[in-house]
């Protein structure tokens, strides 16, 4: 299939193509149980895990690919899976991927590196129409999601996860594995929504205050948050001001957030 749609990877569009069919089966098992959902991939190039997707209980696929070779591959795929699999062409940065599926939905996809986190920011932003997603990172963008506070790699991408969901670092993928390999390891997060999520206007000032706190690691809170309070918001939270950023957990920028 890739001779054929002359679907090498390219590098401006952060492909690397998972073909092992043991691993594909794995990713999708991760997902959990994925009978009577309705799962969107993202990326799918060739579609080495959209089958692994086709192969579980899903209800259907719904593949989202803005490379027009990936494209014609995934219509040639559709012949054979038939009505369970459906073929979206365009940007995923400019889609509502929720408004694709009724739910209950999922989201598992091995992710263009050049997009994951901004594409896992708006996944956040609509937590709650999502039952969990599975999704693929480079390892080091994985670890700063599933980062624990005081930790080197903890930071906004944690707090915003953390804050809307459970988040798993489910396993490590070395570069050998894809095609064609890239220069760092990957890995697969599942994050699973919360039962309570906050309001879109409530999430657009967590992206302000983690912006604001992290911008500057080094800066205490008193100096990061000058913009937003500083001092007196801090007092407010029983926050000492004297304090960083990465040393806050999920829960005192939630105090902080909703005092803001």
């Keep these: 299939m890739i001779a054929r749609h002359g679907l090498n990877a390219r590098r401006s569009l952060g492909q690397h193509f998972l073909l092992d069919a043991n691993l594909t089966a794995r990713i999708a098992r991760a997902a959990g149980a994925l009978e009577g959902r309705h799962v969107v991939e993202v990326g799918p190039g060739p579609g080495g895990l959209t089958r692994a997707l086709l192969a579980t209980g899903a209800a259907d696929v719904t593949v989202v690919e803005i490379d027009e070779r990936a494209v014609a591959a995934m219509q040639e795929l559709r012949v054979e899976a038939g009505t369970r699999l459906h073929v979206v062409a365009g940007d995923a940065m400019a889609l509502d991927l929720a408004g694709l599926v009724p739910a209950p939905r999922q989201a598992v996809a091995n992710l263009p590196y050049n997009l994951a986190s901004p594409l896992l920011v ?8 999502w039952e969990r997603l599975t999704l693929m990172f480079q390892l080091e963008v ?34 050998a594995a894809f095609v064609p390999p890239p220069k760092v390891w990957s890995a697969v997060v599942v994050l699973t929504p919360h ?18 706190a992290f911008g500057q690691r080094r800066k205490m809170l008193r100096g990061a948050l000058r913009g937003l309070g500083g001092e007196a918001l801090l007092a407010r939270a029983g926050i000492a001001p004297e304090r960083r950023a990465e040393t806050l957990a999920v829960a005192e920028f939630d105090r902080l957030v909703r005092l803001l």
Excluded: H, N
């Design 122 to 129: 708006g996944w956040l932003r609509q937590a709650s129409l």
């Design 142 to 175: 994985a670890e700063r999601i599933c980062a624990a506070p005081a930790s080197p790699a903890y930071g906004r991408l944690a707090v915003l996860a953390q804050w809307c969901c459970a988040a798993e670092l489910r396993m490590r993928i070395p570069p």
């Design 195 to 212: 039962a309570a999520q906050p309001e879109a206007a409530l999430f657009a000032t967590m992206e302000r205050l983690t912006a604001a």
